[in-house]
């Protein structure tokens, strides 16, 4: 059953229903996964570092999958690719402007950025050297299945390195007791997983359908459309965090996201389907993403505890810039 109609503004309705569906079960997958972490005396720093990130991750995961078993190569590199650059560029910017000075801790800076930005580097540098059979038959630069084992491995040494430092810290409990039993949490967290699975459908069915009809390229629309939808969820941790003065889980929350963006679906879907980049376009926001990355390392190296209003806005004009390039041919036809 596909999730799309001949009515293109019917498909708009279907697009936004599906956001909020997987918006709304990410949101209740992390709560009751957050509480059964509670319950089980998990430190709060590892929940954060791990269970957070991993958690709002989980709209580009079921998209990027559920796309990876349609084939739609270009979908996956360009939802995740372009949620990474909207997760720093956008709103992380959009945090820091709001915050005007954004504050964070050494081990962000020393540990967890490079280790981003080493692995933007090691992603691109698998599309290099690997070839994968594209969409016309020719190969293209891409990701593999041992890509994929490789990017995953990685996943699981990050997450032990996670653990054995957030070890090391026993937060203390401030919010209030739960009431609720574990097996009651159990079932919001398969709802919620249900809700993922649904919206994602709805969302890559219209996506793909929308793109074949106005002749836009499927690279370009999950990118920038796509990628900000699943990026919601990073959204509301971010702004949450900045109001709530927890300023190391609202950073923390978008540079672990990244991380396990590549290192988690990257690698899951490479296993399913090889990724290839089909297009000029996707091949450039992959480098775009890497000077990103390189940009909010050279901003936090700058005062090395705190990003300044200054810098978010250079990150939002970067992320205009960003999807000005990828809508130019668009606007061409719009203005020329």
Known sequence: MEFCCENIWLNIVIFAVGTWILVKGSDIFIDSAAALARLWHVSELVIGLTLVSIGTSLPELATSLYASFCGESDFIVGNIVGSNIANIALILGIGIVGAGRLQFSRPILTRDVPLMLGIFLVTLLLFEVTSVPGKNGSMIPGINWIGGVILLIGCILYILLLLKNGAVEDEQEDTEPDTRKPWVHFLLVIAGLVMVIAGSKAMVDTVIYGAEQLKIDTMIISATVVAFGTSVPELAVTVTGILKKRYDIAVGNIVGSCIFNILLIFGACALVSPLGINSFTGYINGYIMLVTGALLI???????????????????????????????????????
Request: with cysteine; glycine share 10%.
């Open 298 to 336: 050279g901003f936090m190296a700058i005062r090395k505890k705190e990003l300044l209003r200054w810098q978010g806005i250079c990150f939002l004009i970067f992320y205009l810039i960003f999807v000005g390039f990828n809508f130019r041919d668009v606007f061409c036809k719009i203005f020329g």
